[in-house]
C-alpha cells in the first residue's frame, strides 16, 4: 500500500517522491488526492501556504485561483450531484460516466475542474524545476530527447492552445506523451492514460501577475516550480500497474509540437519578475 497524502496546507516542504501517492480507485497510478470516497467531496488542502510560489506565482494569484475558483468548482459540483444519479460514484467514475461527448455538461466541467485542480497543486513545489532522475528521467531521454526538449514541449503546447485549458505529461502505452486539453477536459478520463504532470493554462492561473504573458508564466512555472518527485512517484506506480516492464509501440506523440517560442530566456524573465517585485 502506498503511504499517505503529502503534507497540508501551510508547509512548505516538498514531499517525498515515496511519501506522495496512494491509490485511488483501484488504478495505483491516479493519485487519491483527497477528495473522499463519494459526494459531497472534499476540497483537498493546498500543500503549500499562499505565499510560498512566489515571485513566480503570487499569493494574491493562488488565493483567487484556490479560494474562488476552485473552491466554486467544488461547491457546483456538490450541488449537481445533489439527488444526482452518480452521487454515489467516486470523483473519476464521475467524470468518466458524465463526459457526454462532443458538448460536455456543467457536471462534467466541474467534476473534471475539481480533480484537475487538485492535481495541479500537488504537480507544484516551492524549490522545484529540478531535473528528475531515475526511471522517469531515462524515460524523458528516450522519449523527448532530454528534458530541454520537453521543456519546450510544454511550452509550445502552452502557448498553442487557444482559450483556456490544460497541458499535460501523460504516461501511455508504455511511452511519455504530451497532451493538451480544451476547458475543462481531463486525461483521466481515458483509462490507461497516467497524467503525470499537468499546467493549468487558464487566464486566471497567471493573469494577475502575468496579464497576457501566458508563455512567461509558463516558463517560470516549468524552471521553478514543478514537482518532478511527485510525477517520478506517480511513473513509478504506471510502471508497476502496466506489469514493472516498459512496452514499446508505435504510438505517435500528440499533439504535433506548436509555435515553440524564441528568446523566452530564464534570465530575461526573473528579471521582469525581480523588477515587479
Ligand atoms: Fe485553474
Known amino acids: 500500500m502506498l503511504p499517505p497524502l503529502p503534507p497540508a496546507a501551510g508547509t512548505t516542504a516538498a514531499p517525498s517522491a515515496a511519501a506522495t501517492l496512494r ?6 497510478a491516479i493519485p487519491d488526492l483527497g477528495h473522499g470516497p463519494r459526494a459531497p467531496f472534499l476540497l483537498p488542502p493546498l500543500p503549500f501556504a499562499l505565499n510560498a510560489l512566489a515571485p513566480a506565482i503570487s499569493a494574491r494569484t493562488l488565493e483567487f485561483h484556490y479560494h474562488q475558483h476552485h473552491t466554486g468548482y467544488l ?7 445533489s439527488g444526482h444519479a452518480l ?13 457526454g461527448g462532443a458538448l460536455p455538461g456543467a457536471l462534467f466541467n466541474n467534476a ?3 480533480w484537475n485542480h487538485s492535481f495541479y497543486w500537488r504537480c507544484l513545489t516551492p524549490g522545484g524545476g529540478q531535473a528528475p ?8 531521454a528516450r522519449d523527448f530527447g532530454g528534458l530541454p526538449a520537453l521543456r519546450d514541449g510544454l511550452i509550445a503546447n502552452a502557448s498553442g492552445q487557444f482559450g483556456s485549458g490544460w497541458v499535460w505529461l501523460c504516461a501511455e502505452s508504455g511511452r511519455l506523451t504530451l497532451r493538451r486539453t480544451g476547458n475543462a477536459d481531463t486525461p483521466v478520463r481515458h483509462p490507461g492514460v497516467t497524467p503525470l504532470l499537468t499546467i493549468d493554462v487558464w487566464e486566471h492561473a497567471y493573469y494577475l501577475d502575468y496579464q497576457n504573458r501566458r508563455v512567461e508564466h509558463v516558463t517560470v512555472l ?3 516550480l514543478l514537482n518532478w518527485p511527485f510525477a517520478s512517484a506517480i511513473y513509478e506506480a504506471h ?10 509501440t508505435a504510438l505517435p506523440i500528440a499533439p504535433p509540437l506548436l509555435g515553440v517560442p524564441a528568446a523566452n530566456t530564464r534570465s530575461a524573465i526573473f528579471s521582469r519578475l525581480a523588477r515587479r517585485h
Open 23 to 28: 491509490s485511488e480507485i483501484g488504478e495505483p
Open 75 to 81: 461547491a457546483a459540483l456538490n450541488r449537481l450531484l
Open 87 to 99: 452521487a454515489g460514484e467516486a470523483l473519476i467514475p464521475i467524470i468518466r460516466d458524465s463526459h
Open 112 to 114: 473534471a475542474q475539481v
Open 133 to 140: 532522475g531515475g526511471r522517469l528521467g531515462a524515460a524523458i
Open 222 to 224: 516549468i524552471d521553478t
Open 239 to 248: 510502471l508497476e500497474q502496466s506489469g514493472g516492464a516498459e512496452r514499446r
